[in-house]
């Protein structure tokens, strides 16, 4: 089996848009040290509900996500899917 691939980022505008706010109020809180390791400190549920969302498009058009990480400037995520042969 062949697969392709692809890296997709979501900015921080992208995120909000979505519903995921990048506060400590009510949100996904991540932090990212100068040596460029973040990590997540909380997530809410509702925030959860709004990041699942957003991965089930490209779920739905047939994409496996096989990684997923913070960045300071946002989620970078990576995906595959099986190519017809």
Not at 36 to 52: F, K, P, R, T, Y
Not at 56 to 64: K, Q, R, T
């Amino acid at each position: 089996m062949k697969f392709e691939y692809t890296i997709r980022t979501y900015s921080l505008d992208q995120l909000r848009d979505a519903g995921i706010d990048i506060d400590e109020e009510n949100n996904i809180v991540y932090a990212c040290r100068p040596d460029g390791e973040c990590e997540v400190h909380a997530v809410g549920i509702e925030q959860l509900d709004n990041l699942s969302g957003m991965l089930n498009e490209m779920g739905g058009e047939g994409w496996e996500l096989v990684e997923l990480f913070f960045h300071h400037s946002g989620i970078v995520t990576f995906w595959k899917r099986a190519i017809k042969a």
